[in-house]
């Protein structure tokens, strides 16, 4: 059985089923990959698209065109990632994110410092 002419017999439209899981593992991989969750819900995003990667090789005939799939999708967006960190490097918008962690970081903490005495008060001993 030759992978390419099995890619030859498949339907032209995927169902609604591969759809679905397809949709769900690029959403949960995406969110494992992004910073925008912590440790804690990118390993749940992760572990999502890892059910969704096995049921996405489970709903295909050969289960070898799901897995080509989870691949390419992957892939997909590792250059996604390169490309734009590269595009970010070249146009230095890096640098200005940097500085403004930086910029963030040295200003003083809310609390911190004793709230300012306001005129009509008396001043505490401390």
Known sequence: MNLLTELDHHPNSMPPVQLF?????????VSAVSGFLGSRGRWRAAGIALSAAIGLCLVFTPWTLGALLVAGAVGAVGLFIVVTMLLSRAL???????????AVAAAPQAGSEPAPRRPHEPARAT
């Open 21 to 29: 899981l397809l949709l769900v593992f690029l959403s949960a991989y």
């Open 92 to 102: 230095g918008v890096d640098t200005k994110a940097a500085a403004i962690d930086e």
